[in-house]
């Protein structure tokens, strides 16, 4: 099927043949399940993005029941999200210009932002780099609906959603983050442990 007929009116992905769907579970206390759905579904952009794909969340703009008629899904789940897979063209036109800029896309907060007073020059190197790289995570409308804090001995995610502003699970997001999180880690050769927390406490890492 081509992705432009799922997308609707929105126009700006076409002509691509493949795609992914990212679910989760449809209750809204099961925050864990789409978490994990945003780990699994990050995991999969990066990986297709290192054999040359290209790749983008997209939460919204697209035709659920179009996507629904191809694939099948518990009764208990929901499509949070789909990526296409292909090949991106060179040039971008005057409204995908537009489009891009608008989504601020290449826009991040700082790291001052999103971490508490407690990180400093004294802070763990491997909480540093786990850090900067769930700076770099996509988000929907590029909210970053995250924050960071440490005790010392253990780096704490913590949720800053607002879900009247979530067209989609709020908890996505962060499990996309979560996986940028652990990458950042693994770069400094830390295996760290997880304890899952109850939000706004997403989750506890320690080495």
């Known amino acids: 099927m081509k992705f432009q007929k799922i997308i609707g009116s929105y126009g700006l992905i ?12 449809t209750s809204k206390d099961n925050f864990k399940a789409n978490i994990h759905a945003g ?6 952009i990066l990986e297709a ?4 794909l290209n790749t983008c969340w ?46 601020g896309s ?23 780099r786990a850090v900067k790289l769930a700076r770099l995570a996509p988000s929907a409308m590029n909210r970053q609906p995250w924050r960071f804090g440490t005790n010392g001995e253990e780096l704490i995610f913590r949720s800053a959603i607002q ?12 499990g ?7 990458v950042g880690a693994g770069i400094e050769g830390v ?6 927390g109850v939000p706004p406490v997403i989750a506890t890492f320690y080495s």
């Open 163 to 174: 879900k009247n502003k979530q067209s989609v699970s709020p908890y996505l997001d962060c």
């Open 39 to 44: 780990v699994v579904g990050e995991g999969l």
């Open 49 to 52: 993005t290192s054999l040359g």
């Open 176 to 182: 996309i983050a979560l996986l940028h999180l652990l």
């Open 58 to 103: 997209m939460g919204g703009f697209f035709d659920r029941k179009e996507v629904q008629s191809e694939v099948e899904i518990e009764e208990d789940e929901e499509i949070l999200a789909i990526t296409p897979l292909g090949n991106a063209k060179d040039s971008l036109t005057i409204t995908e210009r537009l489009a891009k800029l608008a989504s």
């Open 14 to 25: 076409t002509g691509a043949s493949s795609y992914a769907i990212i679910t989760g579970k």
């Open 106 to 128: 290449r826009k991040r907060k700082s790291l001052s932002e999103l971490c508490d007073e407690d990180f400093s020059d004294k802070t763990k190197r491997w909480m540093k």
């Open 191 to 196: 295996d760290v442990k997880i304890e899952y």
